[in-house]
């Protein structure tokens, strides 16, 4: 017999791993005020029955420059939700390539623009990052698109336990947990805490051969705790 069981999920998530003024890299001294990418959906692997399941397919934006970041991705899942008994290993979410910068690389001049890279003569059709020619006072969001079937190296380096795939207009990333969660008869919560580091996940670029300054989008890292 299929045993499932409604189970009520709560977000604890406490950014403590994220500051507003993140690093953009190590040689700078920047800030960035919005980092945001929409997640398409969030999912969750039953190691029993060996099946995806969906907790959301609501596409949510979410700015991880934010200290709300971890409830907005909390706010995606529904409240009740219905599992399979099992050993549930991974969480999956799938993300877009189109990501909303606001950045500074330094205090003074090599700030976001709200102009794409595709905008300077010889590069277009490369929408993969902000160009950053403009003062703090001036900054703007800008937003850009980054194609994850064609980025170079950008799907590589995950840490232990991610892994990276590039899907139809943007990429799925899979988190092994720590911890496995198990649902059984005595199970009657989920929490999971989702933390976002963003310090050094924005890439500088000052000369890519034609003195043209930019910043572009790196992975950021997530951890993630169920119980």
């Known amino acids: 017999m299929l045993k499932i069981k409604n189970i009520l999920f709560a977000v604890v998530a406490t950014l403590s791993s994220i500051s507003i003024a993140a690093t953009i890299d190590l040689d700078g001294s920047g800030t960035i005020e919005e980092y945001s990418t929409t ?3 969030l ?3 039953n190691d029993t029955t ?8 609501t596409a949510k934006t979410v700015n991880i420059a934010s200290v709300t970041a971890g409830n907005a991705v909390g706010s995606m899942i529904k409240k009740g939700l219905t599992l399979k008994f099992g050993t549930y290993t991974k969480l999956k979410a799938t993300v877009s ?6 950045a500074c690389y330094d205090t003074s001049s090599t700030c976001t623009t709200g102009s794409k890279l595709s905008t300077i003569a010889g590069h277009a059709g490369n929408d993969h990052a902000s ?3 403009n003062s703090v006072a001036n ?3 800008t937003i850009v698109l980054v194609d994850f079937s064609n980025c170079g190296g950008c799907l590589s380096g995950a840490p232990s336990g991610e892994s990276r795939a590039a899907v139809s207009g943007g990429v799925a990333i899979t988190y092994t947990l720590p911890t496995a969660f198990v649902m059984n008869a005595a199970t009657t919560s989920m929490t999971a ?10 890439t500088y670029v000052a000369n890519d051969g034609d003195s043209h300054k930019y910043i572009t989008p790196a992975f950021p890292l997530v951890n993630l705790t169920v119980q």
């Open 39 to 41: 997640i398409n959906k």
């Open 43 to 45: 999912e969750f692997y």
């Open 50 to 57: 060996s099946e995806w399941v969906m907790l959301s397919d």
């Open 97 to 102: 390539g189109t990501f909303t910068l606001d």
């Open 131 to 133: 160009i950053a020619s």
């Open 139 to 141: 900054r703007a969001a």
């Open 193 to 202: 805490d989702i933390k976002f580091n963003i310090d050094d996940k924005l």
